[in-house]
């Protein structure tokens, strides 16, 4: 599933070949994703694009008569093709610009989202957490967030609500930079370790964004969809692999359904 660096990269990738272009038409090829597409869409139809901006794991097309909201879902991407270029089995919906360039967008499992707000606010972006690399999201706001919740610090910071764009892979690596315990309580943890935790999360997303920026040539190759760029893991999917620090094996366990990956030794 694309994480927030994979769609802050995506997004960093289409921006250059649609900002400042025009919209000369918009196909959909179903009339639904995750939900129906809906027809006010078409309103952006000879619109210049003036910005791409991402909250969260959703980019939002902005012009002066409406915003596209999209979300990639489980499998969807973002290419940028020739007009000519013929659509396959998962090209669900094309953006075509008059300067004769298409965003297309590929979902095999159709989880993604198309969807429109006249003013770039939209229902699935309410009641949603700080971005992870604001100044708003900080030591501070976690502890008060935290405080007196019982709910195991991983499961705690992968919440939207708590903060967005914190998923399963970057949960895992944070807490073992961090030295925190996966299934540690949320309120447990102190000022000192919320300090560490935000830090190491900040890194590692911020890491995982600039190994992506060596992919943004693959937006504009009409032979292959973007691929998401090689992580450079310490714990996730190591389970028996000696740690890193210690030499420890790691080990694995599911919270709230997700396979989580720690050290028992270096993890307190």
């Not at 921006?15 to 090829?29: A, K, N, Q, W």
């Not at 998401?228 to 996730?236: G, I, K, N, P, T």
Request: net charge neutral; aromatic share 8%.
């Amino acid at each position: 599933m694309p994480e927030l660096p994979e769609v802050e990269v995506s997004r960093m990738g289409i921006s250059p070949h649609l900002v400042g272009e025009t919209i000369r038409s918009l196909t959909f090829r179903t009339p639904k994703l995750r939900w129906d597409i809906p027809v006010e869409l078409k309103q952006l139809e000879g619109q210049v694009i003036r910005d791409i901006r991402r909250r969260a794991k959703y980019l939002i097309i902005e012009t002066d008569a409406g915003c596209a909201i999209v979300h990639l879902g489980m499998s969807g991407s973002l290419r940028i093709l020739d007009a000519e270029f013929p659509p396959s089995k998962h090209d669900h919906v094309d953006l075509l610009l008059t300067n004769g360039k298409l965003l297309r967008y590929n979902d095999p499992r159709r989880f993604g989202a198309w969807l429109f707000s006249q003013d770039g606010e939209h229902a699935v972006l309410g009641h949603m957490g700080p971005e992870p690399l604001t100044d708003e999201f900080n030591a501070e706001y976690m502890l008060q967030k935290a405080l007196n919740k019982r709910v195991a610090v991983k499961q705690f910071i992968m919440d939207n609500k708590v903060v967005v764009g914190v998923g399963n892979i970057y949960a895992s690596e944070s807490l073992f930079s961090a030295k925190v315990h996966p299934t540690r309580a949320a309120g447990s943890l102190t000022l000192t370790e919320w300090d560490s935790l935000v830090s190491d999360i900040k890194q590692v997303l911020t890491t995982s964004i600039k190994q992506g920026g060596t992919t943004l040539k693959d937006f504009a190759q009409a032979d292959g969809k973007p691929g998401y760029f090689a992580q450079e893991l310490q714990v996730y999917g190591k389970v028996g692999d000696p740690c890193p620090n210690c030499g420890e094996e790691i080990e694995a366990l599911k919270i709230s359904q997700r396979n989580t990956f720690f050290c028992p030794h270096c993890q307190i």
